[in-house]
Structures are given as C-alpha cells and as structure tokens.
C-alpha cells in the first residue's frame, strides 16, 4: 500500500497562509480518491477537502473558498492550500489515500493558528 507522509504544518498567524504537503511513496496517479481531514481537540474528525484520480474537487463548506487542494503526479504528491486562516482551524491535519484495495493514512501534521 501507498504511504503517506505529511508536511508544512506549523505555526501562523491569524489571516496568514500555509501550504501542507502530503508525499506518497508510489504513483497517486491510479489512487481513486486522495483527501485531507482535521481532527481538533475533542472534536470529530472531518473532512476538509478530497481530489480525485481524475482531478475533481471537492470541499467542506466551512473551508470553501479559503483551501484549495491540488496534486502533482509527477511528485506523487498532494497539497492543500490554506489561506485567511482562522483559530478554528487549529487541528491535526492528516492526509488520506481511497481506493478499491485501500485505505490509507499518514501520521498528520499540526497546525496552530495564534489569535
């Protein structure tokens, strides 16, 4: 299976940007689905924004319009775009690999936005 290994998160401030990456050990080419979730202290893990294999789009409305999720297949590798930032978007961020054989994720990386 693909592994997933996650990167770019950090420490920023309210209204700044932060560029996450996620780095697949093998092609993402043929992967199905490819998607970003977030998991903040004692809440829910959720969904924020999914590409497919044939590059359609989609997100969670709470982060439309401020994410933009891209991939390179060149790179196998997955990024996710976070602009205008905001403190609830504090959370761990964890990358996912979906398809018909698999389901993978990667370890997460943290993101604190300071108020």
């Known amino acids: 299976q693909v592994q997933l290994v996650e990167s770019g998160g950090g420490l920023v401030q309210v209204g700044g940007s932060l560029r996450l990456s996620c780095a697949a050990s093998?092609?993402?080419?043929?992967?199905?689905?490819m998607e970003w979730y977030r998991q903040a202290p004692g809440k829910q893990r959720e969904l924020v924004a999914a590409v497919t294999g044939g590059g359609r789009t989609n997100y969670a409305i709470f982060v439309k319009g401020r994410f933009i999720i891209s991939k390179s297949n060149a790179k196998n590798t997955v990024y996710l775009q976070m602009n205008s930032l905001q403190p609830e978007d504090t959370a761990v961020y964890y990358c996912?690999?979906?398809?018909?054989?698999?389901?993978?994720w990667g370890q997460g990386t943290q993101v604190t936005v300071s108020s």
């Open positions: 996912r690999a979906v398809d018909a054989n698999y389901d993978n």
């Open positions: 093998g092609s993402i080419f043929s992967i199905n689905r």
